[in-house]
């Protein structure tokens, strides 16, 4: 299972640059509000380098600090996608961007309440699957504007349902042998890969 935890991240490293690569050879087929998905990959992308090669080659080991950066990052661009796609104001730009900077610094400033970085991810998380779920309903109720991305809104929706279950349990998955933990995290790998898929399916079929 091991081996198939490592495989699923590297492929899952794989399908993010090519739907990055893609989505930036089509981004004139995307419309304004659209463009969030590319900003969230870019974003994701920015993650992924840095804790795989940069930081790496700088000789720094721990990248915990990346942490809070990642989960506000996806937090302020996923919820600015369906904010976009809802015609939201503006305020809840705000909001959020307000709640991000909260994520970015809170495991510093709350620290004597004993208040860690999975708290964040999962009040974040739970925001977002708000915030799809609410969109998905109202593409269900609106049949004639079908998003072509609704498949990937879904694939959102469970993706971070399932996170917050594996965030808050992470902790004590570290008492497990490496066997163990790779059968629990091996799902997280295999949906970001589902996820990454369909963003490449779905550019493709983006058509101006």
């Known amino acids: 299972m091991?081996?198939?935890?490592?495989i699923l991240g590297h492929l899952s490293v794989v399908l993010l640059f090519?739907?990055?690569?893609?989505?930036?050879?089509?981004?004139?087929?995307?419309?304004?509000?659209?463009?969030?998905?590319?900003?969230?990959?870019?974003?994701?992308?920015?993650?992924?380098?840095n804790s795989y090669v940069f930081l790496p080659l700088l000789g720094i080991k721990s990248i915990m600090f990346l942490y809070p950066v990642y989960i506000a990052g996806e937090f302020f661009t996923v919820t600015g996608i369906f904010i976009k796609k809802l015609n939201l104001s503006k305020k809840y730009f705000i909001a959020t961007a307000l709640l991000s900077?909260?994520?970015?610094t809170a495991d510093r400033t709350l620290v004597h309440y004993q208040y860690?970085?999975?708290?964040?991810?999962?009040?974040?998380?739970?925001?977002?699957?708000?915030?799809?779920?609410?969109?998905?309903i109202k593409d269900i109720k609106n049949v004639k504007t079908k998003s072509p991305f609704q498949l990937n809104d879904k694939m959102f929706?469970?993706?971070?349902?399932?996170?917050?279950?594996?965030?808050?349990?992470?902790n004590q998955l570290i008492f497990l042998s490496k066997d163990q933990f790779a059968t629990v995290w091996?799902?997280?790998?295999?949906?970001?890969?589902?996820l990454y898929s369909l963003f490449i399916k779905t550019f493709l079929q983006l058509k101006k």
């Open 116 to 136: 860690n970085n999975d708290y964040s991810k999962a009040i974040s998380n739970l925001i977002m699957i708000s915030l799809i779920g609410y969109s998905l």
């Open 2 to 6: 091991g081996t198939l935890y490592d």
């Open 157 to 170: 929706f469970l993706y971070f349902t399932v996170s917050i279950f594996m965030f808050l349990i992470q």
């Open 18 to 49: 090519i739907a990055l690569i893609i989505g930036i050879v089509k981004i004139r087929s995307f419309t304004k509000n659209e463009k969030w998905y590319i900003y969230y990959i870019i974003f994701i992308v920015f993650i992924e380098s």
């Open 101 to 104: 900077l909260f994520f970015l």
């Open 186 to 194: 091996v799902i997280n790998n295999l949906m970001v890969c589902i």
